[in-house]
């Protein structure tokens, strides 16, 4: 039975990926979520999960080194997945030092210490032994001309704290590689979407404010275009880069759905008014009339655009939700999880939200 560590769990990604994974694999692998629980991470995410035998939290912090060299000694780790990082750009404005801290020094003791318990007395790692970083494809910063798209040999140039710290932790990852031959791979994907999205990001940001009739921010002209994937086609993609991908290798991730930051809000105000019943009072609080343009966020990258054609050609890997679908679904979540979004949004959030829009 293969054991895998998975950073970040209780974040949005990491929580869908192990709700994935189990759907998946059942009782045929160990899942250990280390977590250090910020604002981002939620026990809630992992209700269903928290019970099973195959399953174990630990409440630790990736920079604390101790911290993680214990858990690799308690435990034969097999595989790592590191998702756990400071995620939100505007944050990262704002003060970047804790992103420097988390996803750099975090990556760096991640592996580390899945180097030190790996390591053969030869120089070498035993078969099976792999660590998957995960990353953005904000890493190569932001495209300008449509047709025009990211691949895995694009330079690097990230513009935001957040891509800028990213960027440092896959060049890590890559000097591991070139320097140990360390099992690992990078997969750099697309703006996500679906359940347990914490409403700092558009799309559920958008849907918590349009339900309650609040103005609807958006940064800019609106025109920024982002290529989103629903967040089980990234679980789905990071599993079969763990399986089949060639190690050393870095693969991007995305679907081939750009759309405009407005696009978006109008998608999410039409599919609101669609699927609420005419009896919901909602209904009456969601309009067109609530989007405010606001001023922009600073250095705003314009366009991000996947070209999926390495994941597609070597692993097979093809996303299966389309857009509207998974917007509904997003949606339909929310709708049967207003207690999760009730939770998420009182006390700091509303600290959050007056200090990052109060001039906006
Ligand atoms: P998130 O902010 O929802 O979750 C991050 C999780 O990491 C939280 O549970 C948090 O508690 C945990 N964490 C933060 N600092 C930690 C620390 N020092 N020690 C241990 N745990 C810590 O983020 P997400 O959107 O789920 O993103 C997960 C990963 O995927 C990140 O590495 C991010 O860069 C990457 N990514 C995200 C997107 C996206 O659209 N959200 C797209 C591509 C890649
Ligand atoms: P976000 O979800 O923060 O993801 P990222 O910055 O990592 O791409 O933002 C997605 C896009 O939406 C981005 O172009 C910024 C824009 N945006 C708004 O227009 N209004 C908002 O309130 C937020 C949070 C984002």
């Known amino acids: 039975m293969k054991t895998y ?61 101790e911290a993680i060299q214990k858990i690799f000694a308690e435990h034969e780790i097999d595989r790592v997945v590191h998702f ?37 007395p030869d120089g070498t790692f035993a078969e099976g032994k792999r660590f998957l970083h995960v990353s953005t494809d904000e ?6 001309e449509e047709g025009t798209y990211f691949y895995e040999t694009t330079p690097y140039a990230p513009h935001s704290p957040y891509s800028a710290s990213k960027a440092s932790s896959d060049m ?20 996500n979407y679906g359940p347990y999205q914490f409403p700092e990001k558009l799309i559920p940001l958008i849907i918590n404010n349009a339900l309650q009739g609040k103005t609807l921010p958006v940064y800019g002209d609106g025109k920024n275009v982002r290529d989103w994937l629903y967040v089980d086609d990234h679980a789905k993609g ?6 089949k991908g060639r190690l050393g290798e870095t693969y991007n991730i995305g679907g081939h759905n750009e759309k405009q930051n407005i ?20 209904r009456e609080l969601v309009s067109r009339d609530l989007i405010t343009y606001v001023e922009d966020r600073k250095g705003h990258d ?3 655009a996947i070209a999926p054609d390495k994941i597609r050609a070597e692993i097979g890997w093809e996303p299966e939700t389309m857009f509207a679908e998974g917007i509904r679904k997003t949606i339909q979540w929310f709708f049967e999880h207003e207690e999760w979004m009730k939770n998420v949004t009182s006390g700091d959030y509303q600290k959050y939200y007056e200090d990052m829009y109060q001039n906006r």
């Open 172 to 191: 890590l990852v890559k000097s591991y590689i070139d320097t140990y031959h360390f099992p690992a791979n990078i997969t750099n994907c697309s703006n």
């Open 84 to 120: 756990a990082a400071e995620s939100h750009v505007d944050r990262s404005i704002k003060n970047p030092e804790v992103f420097v801290k988390t996803n750099v020094l975090g990556t760096a003791v991640m592996l580390n210490c899945a180097k030190a318990a790996w390591e053969q």
């Open 263 to 282: 696009e978006i809000v109008t998608i999410i105000i039409d599919t609101l008014l669609e699927m609420l019943p005419k009896s919901d009072p909602r």
């Open 139 to 144: 890493v190569y910063g932001s495209l300008e």
């Open 302 to 304: 314009r366009r991000y």
């Open 5 to 65: 560590l998975v950073t970040g769990g209780a974040g949005f990604i990491g929580s869908n990926y192990i709700h994935y994974m189990f759907r998946k694999y059942g009782d045929s692998i160990r899942i250990i979520n280390v977590d250090v629980l910020t604002y981002a991470g939620n026990l809630e995410n992992l209700r269903d999960v928290e019970n099973r035998e195959n399953y174990m939290f630990i409440r630790a912090d990736i920079t604390d080194k």
């Open 238 to 243: 990071i599993d079969m880069v763990m399986e």
